[in-house]
């Protein structure tokens, strides 16, 4: 679903490929076609693999299949394979013209949506949803896939058309479901950017995903009744949005302007982890507390925005102990995104407010500097794979002493409960805190 997920066995196939195409039309790619081409030369130790864009009539001729007779050709498809029909008629006709051919199987959207919760025996026929802009006679028979599922109590999975943006989308489910007489449930699923880092499941109203700034590509998950397990896992890893965020047909809030600022900043990080932990960071806030004000959400999304710009490893080596060092680190984050307020004309108490939480983040504090500081240790118990399997066990250890030290006795039976697929690292955070 990244630019980094192509198998070994297909990396070596395109090393060996005289065309490498790329099928362009059934889905807005998360990332740019030149960064993808980059990553391909970058693992082959090559610069001079091209990708050719194929539109849809050029995959439908069949056409490469005459080049394919005497070169040898690739075609990438974004996800699996063999999940549109029309690459299925290649192999059907790669048999009939006896030109051989190998498949690499991949991620697929029919998969990832279990990062829902949502069980994927339970899920019906899958659908799609066309684009009306593009259509004159608004077709609406992905209602009738609908229907046929929730009547035998299957979920049902919606592909939305290329080009089609969430409030369109939102409104062509609405207008179709009131034509074809079907009731919706009161609320439902999207997840944008599946398979990448910038993923985020939403599982809300119609109208309140409407106004949600949703990027593509996206998908649409209509539920059927869930099962307990189902409804708390949504429950915990949907996104949560504040109340006062509009942005909707471009009309943005001062709250939404820095947002996305901090955002492109942590996305933009070497580090491709920042961008999910300021994400993560924000999200056990209002977790913590639904009624967090904005000085709160701010100094969540920017609380380690320093480590953006600079590999925390290369400060760290500055600094004669470890504690001038988070000390350093929490005054420059402080700094940064005080500064990105002050660009936006934020008035002074939300600014000195925002300095307080960043400066005392990592030291902790009463109020809501223990908010952010719990929600920062909690992030890092929920995603402590990654971080052990960059750092020694002696740097891992420590590191889990100091983050469930500084939690509260409630945050302590919450990350006691996070139950590691991964034995070893679960053992190791029992004996860690066994240690305290």
Known sequence: MTKNSLTAESLEALKKSDKIYLENYTVNFPYKIEDLEKEINKHLNSNSYNLISLPRGSVEDESILQEAKTQKVALLVYGDSLSATTHMQLILEC????????????????????????????????????????????????????????SIDAHTLILTDIGLEIENAINQLKEASEKESLKLPEKIITISNAGTENQKIFYDTPENLSNKNIEMPFCIIIPTK???????????????????????????????????????????????????HSQSVWQWVLKLKPDADIALQIAALGHDIDRSFEDYRKMKARYATYDEYKKAHALLSAKITCDILIKHNFDKATIDKVKHLIENHEIGGEGDVETLTEADSMTFFNNLRHYRDTHTEKETIDKIKFMYKRLSAKAKKLVNQIKFKDQELSNLVEESISEL
Do not use: C, R
């Open 95 to 150: 048999k009939k013209q006896s030109i051989p051919y190998q498949i690499f199987h991949n991620a697929s959207i029919l998969t990832t949506v279990a990062e829902t919760g949502l069980s994927l025996y339970k899920f019906g026929k899958t659908t799609s949803m066309p684009n009306w802009a593009e259509h004159t006679n608004k077709p609406t028979s992905f209602i009738t896939y609908i229907k046929q599922n929730l």
């Open 226 to 276: 869930l099962h307990f397990l189902e409804e708390e896992t949504l429950e915990k890893i949907k996104m949560i949005i504040p109340h006062y965020t509009s942005y909707k047909k471009g009309i943005m809030t001062k709250f939404d302007l820095v947002f996305e600022e901090i955002s492109k900043i942590t996305k933009n990080a070497a580090d491709k982890t920042e961008y999910g």
